[in-house]
């Protein structure tokens, strides 16, 4: 028998192995699964995913159009000036800078490089599944720790849950699903309280929306803490989720780790020049925040004329208190053609609503008003 036998031999049992173990995993139902998910209707209202309405930047529609010679090579020269670019805008190197598709491919790639049976992961419950949700396939034990009487992130609890088996400390900020925030100050307490061999990922995909003067990016405390990154989309302000572009910026280690686990050239031709006039203009991401914000304080004003409870939002979306199970609520705004955010099983009675134009907005208060009339809503309250 030759060498080169006992070689392939060797090769087929360890893929053997390989197969079996990875059948044997428990199945965790991917994050909103699109092949999962009901067929929207045409011409419906779409209030579900927190997506911006008012779409890319019209420099980003013009660099689509222009990206079609290039379509068929690898892009790798505009994937670096992409790079540079968030390096520039964030006063770091490239070295400190990593892409994903979506900010969801980096959130498993955290998982992947920092959990494993003997690490844990310690997040908010509720907040955004990925990190949660990923971690279940690498057999990593969850640490929900519960929000806040205000539905914020309760960091010391979460700081104490913290310990030398915990790989990855999860911080979605401002919060999805309920929009709160946590301050400049309960963070920076934050980092210095968790041990440096947690990696601190804090979740900024909703960032440009949060006005609240208490409330920073965690980028600042990265030179001081290795052990912190932030993770950013391009599916919000910028008007991109469908396109699938997310970053990293952290210290050049813990990227490193990371860029090991991404899939190889991630990036699309489309997509990177998108981006990269969508990063210099400045004024579209100006006016798609002053939009939404401002429709987002116009819903809220309204939902407080009729008593209606809801959790002050700095995202682009807002959560209402219904007083009962959302579900049959969904249901009703869905025969009215306009779809709304999912249940959440630990908040069954919140109903999420993502902020659209102001049309779109008042529609779905036009139709909440219907479902159920401002005398419920007062008596419930």
Same mark, same amino acid.
């Given at each position: 028998?030759?060498?080169?036998?006992?070689?392939?031999?060797?090769?087929?049992?360890?893929?053997?192995? %390989?197969?079996?173990?990875?059948?044997?995993?428990?199945?965790?139902?991917?994050?909103?699964?699109?092949?999962?998910?009901?067929?929207?209707?045409?011409?419906?209202?779409? !209030?579900? +995913?927190?997506?911006?309405?008012?779409?890319p930047s019209p420099?980003?529609?013009?660099?689509?159009?222009?990206?079609?010679?290039?379509?068929?090579?690898?892009?790798?020269?505009? /994937?670096?000036? $992409? =790079?540079?670019?968030?390096?520039?805008?964030?006063?770091?190197?490239?070295?400190?800078?990593?892409?994903?598709?979506?900010?969801?491919?980096? !959130?498993?790639?955290?998982?992947?490089?920092?959990?494993?049976? %003997?690490?844990?992961?310690?997040?908010?419950?509720?907040?955004?599944?990925?990190?949660? *949700? /990923?971690?279940?396939?690498?057999? %990593?034990?969850? $640490?929900? =720790?519960?929000?806040?009487?205000?539905?914020?992130?309760?960091?010391?609890?979460?700081?104490?849950?913290?310990? &030398?088996?915990?790989?990855?400390?999860?911080?979605?900020?401002?919060?999805?699903?309920?929009?709160?925030?946590?301050?400049?100050?309960?963070?920076?307490?934050?980092?210095?309280?968790?041990p440096p061999s947690?990696?601190?990922?804090?979740?900024?995909?909703?960032?440009?929306?949060?006005?609240?003067?208490?409330?920073?990016?965690?980028?600042?405390?990265?030179? @001081?803490?290795?052990?912190?990154?932030?993770?950013?989309?391009?599916?919000?302000? /910028?008007?991109?989720?469908?396109?699938?572009?997310? /970053?990293?910026?952290?210290?050049?280690?813990?990227?490193?780790?990371l860029r090991e686990?991404?899939?190889?050239?991630?990036?699309?031709?489309?997509?990177?020049?998108?981006?990269?006039?969508?990063?210099? *203009?400045?004024?579209?991401?100006?006016?798609?925040?002053?939009?939404?914000?401002?429709?987002?304080?116009?819903?809220?004003?309204?939902?407080?004329?009729?008593?209606?409870?809801?959790?002050?939002?700095?995202?682009? +979306?807002?959560?209402?208190?219904?007083?009962?199970?959302?579900?049959?609520?969904?249901?009703?705004?869905?025969?009215?053609?306009?779809?709304?955010?999912?249940?959440?099983?630990?908040?069954?009675?919140?109903?999420?609503?993502?902020?659209?134009?102001?049309?779109?907005?008042? &529609?779905?208060?036009?139709?909440?008003?219907?479902?159920?009339?401002?005398?419920? @809503?007062?008596?419930?309250?």
């Amino acid at each position: 028998m030759t060498a080169a036998t006992n070689s392939r031999r060797e090769f087929s049992r360890i893929v053997a192995q %390989s197969l079996a173990a990875a059948f044997a995993a428990p199945h965790v139902p991917p994050l909103l699964d699109a092949a999962q998910r009901k067929p929207t209707p045409a011409g419906a209202v779409r !209030l579900n +995913f927190n997506e911006n309405p008012y779409g890319p930047s019209p420099k980003a529609r013009a660099a689509l159009a222009d990206c079609s010679p290039i379509a068929n090579r690898y892009p790798d020269e505009a /994937y670096g000036q $992409v =790079i540079a670019a968030l390096a520039q805008k964030y006063n770091v190197r490239s070295e400190n800078i990593l892409l994903g598709c979506g900010s969801t491919e980096i !959130l498993r790639a955290v998982d992947d490089a920092f959990l494993d049976p %003997s690490k844990n992961v310690v997040a908010a419950a509720p907040t955004f599944e990925a990190v949660l *949700d /990923y971690a279940r396939v690498l057999h %990593s034990n969850a $640490v929900p =720790i519960p929000l806040t009487v205000d539905h914020r992130h309760d960091l010391p609890k979460m700081a104490a849950a913290c310990t &030398s088996k915990t790989g990855v400390a999860y911080v979605c900020n401002p919060n999805n699903p309920t929009g709160t925030i946590v301050t400049r100050d309960e963070l920076a307490a934050f980092v210095q309280a968790v041990p440096p061999s947690a990696l601190i990922v804090v979740d900024e995909a909703y960032y440009d929306f949060a006005d609240d003067p208490r409330y920073s990016s965690a980028v600042e405390f990265i030179p @001081a803490h290795p052990n912190v990154i932030v993770a950013r989309t391009f599916s919000k302000i /910028y008007g991109m989720a469908g396109m699938r572009l997310g /970053y990293a910026i952290g210290a050049k280690e813990p990227i490193a780790r990371l860029r090991e686990q991404l899939v190889q050239d991630n990036g699309n031709a489309a997509v990177l020049q998108a981006a990269l006039v969508s990063l210099a *203009d400045n004024d579209h991401v100006a006016s798609c925040r002053a939009q939404l914000n401002g429709t987002r304080q116009w819903l809220c004003a309204e939902l407080t004329k009729d008593s209606r409870p809801f959790i002050p939002a700095q995202a682009n +979306f807002v959560m209402l208190d219904m007083g009962t199970d959302v579900k049959p609520v969904i249901e009703q705004f869905r025969a009215r053609n306009i779809i709304v955010g999912r249940r959440f099983a630990a908040m069954p009675n919140f109903l999420r609503v993502t902020i659209g134009t102001q049309p779109e907005t008042e &529609s779905f208060l036009a139709a909440l008003r219907e479902i159920a009339p401002v005398r419920s @809503a007062r008596a419930a309250a």
